[in-house]
């Protein structure tokens, strides 16, 4: 994919603003919000290169695969109780916190919502499980796809090194929880 380099400044930028991620007095979840934030900025730089934008929400419709650390973050912070079904896949239905097309929970959305992108017609995005077609998207941000970018990769190692340590490393849909 061609796409311009971060500047060195910029990815020193970020280091800088994660340098809490090494302070063990500061609790998980504030470290959370910290790559978060970082992470929107990373989407700032990259937006003009996608199609996703607010509204199109073809992609909430597909497993939103999240860890038990991010979807203890979210039942914290929208004060929800978490459901804890077993893993389901190919659930043909949309995410439950999209209203109207928006999601509900953007300031509180997981990692693979932050960082899934893809070119060309966001329409190409629409799937339906029960009838399958394989389209070619132009994806970007994905855990198979090495998320992208060494900062995204960073962040969901930070992640996925809390999930293991404190969570078991439990992986569910986002349904699962909610």
């Known amino acids: 994919m061609d796409l311009p380099n971060f500047t060195q400044e910029f990815v020193s930028q970020i280091n800088n603003n994660l340098i809490l991620l090494q302070d063990r007095n500061i609790d998980v979840y504030k470290k959370l919000e910290a790559v978060y934030n970082e992470s929107d900025k990373v989407n700032a730089f990259l937006s003009p290169y996608f199609s996703c934008h607010a509204g199109c929400s073809f992609c909430c419709k597909y497993d939103v695969l999240i860890t038990a650390f991010e979807a203890n973050y979210i039942a914290r912070k929208i ?100």
């Open 79 to 178: 004060h929800y109780p978490i459901k804890n079904e077993k893993l389901s896949i190919k659930n043909n239905s949309f995410c439950p916190f999209l209203k109207d097309n928006i999601c509900s929970i953007y300031k509180y959305r997981p990692l693979i919502c932050r960082t899934y992108h893809v070119r060309g017609n966001p329409k190409e995005c629409e799937c339906d499980y029960n009838n399958a077609v394989s389209k070619r998207l132009e994806q970007y941000g994905t855990k198979i796809g090495g998320y992208g970018n060494k900062i995204y990769s960073e962040f969901a190692g930070f992640i996925d090194y809390v999930n293991i340590s404190i969570f078991k490393g439990e992986l569910k849909d986002i349904r699962n929880y909610f």
